[in-house]
């Protein structure tokens, strides 16, 4: 079973960068849709961006420009690079298969991102 596992996040002021990463051990990872989903306090998840299995990316259109996906297939990772961060960006942020395609794994602990000056 493959289990996410969340890293990256930070507390950075408006208009500052971070990147995030997420291991997904298992032999099957490569197979998969990944996105990066967040959840804000008081909000729903959303999915952010996602990353098909060859490459082909898309984003929820307040991250385009800013927010890069991308991944390791020989690490089983998948990162999230993050420009130009806005205080509306703090979330708590989490990795998983595209639930739009395919079933998800086992959801991690998310790592915090909190954006504030």
């Known amino acids: 079973q493959v289990q996410p596992v969340e890293s990256g996040g930070g507390l950075v002021r408006p208009g500052g960068s971070l990147r995030l990463s997420c291991e997904a051990s298992?032999?099957?990872?490569?197979?998969?849709?990944m996105a990066w989903y967040r959840r804000a306090r008081g909000k729903g998840r959303e999915l952010v961006t996602a990353?098909?299995?060859?490459?082909?990316?898309k984003y929820e259109d307040s991250v385009k420009g800013r927010f890069t996906i991308s991944r390791d297939n020989a690490k089983s990772t998948v990162y999230l690079a993050m420009n130009d961060l806005e205080p509306e960006d703090t979330a708590v942020y989490y990795c998983?298969?595209?639930?739009?395609?395919?079933?998800?794994?086992?959801w991690g602990q998310g790592t915090q991102v909190t954006v504030s000056s």
């Open positions: 990353i098909t299995s060859g490459g082909t990316t």
């Open positions: 298992g032999s099957i990872f490569s197979a998969y849709a």
């Open positions: 998983n298969a595209d639930e739009r395609v395919g079933p998800t794994f086992r």
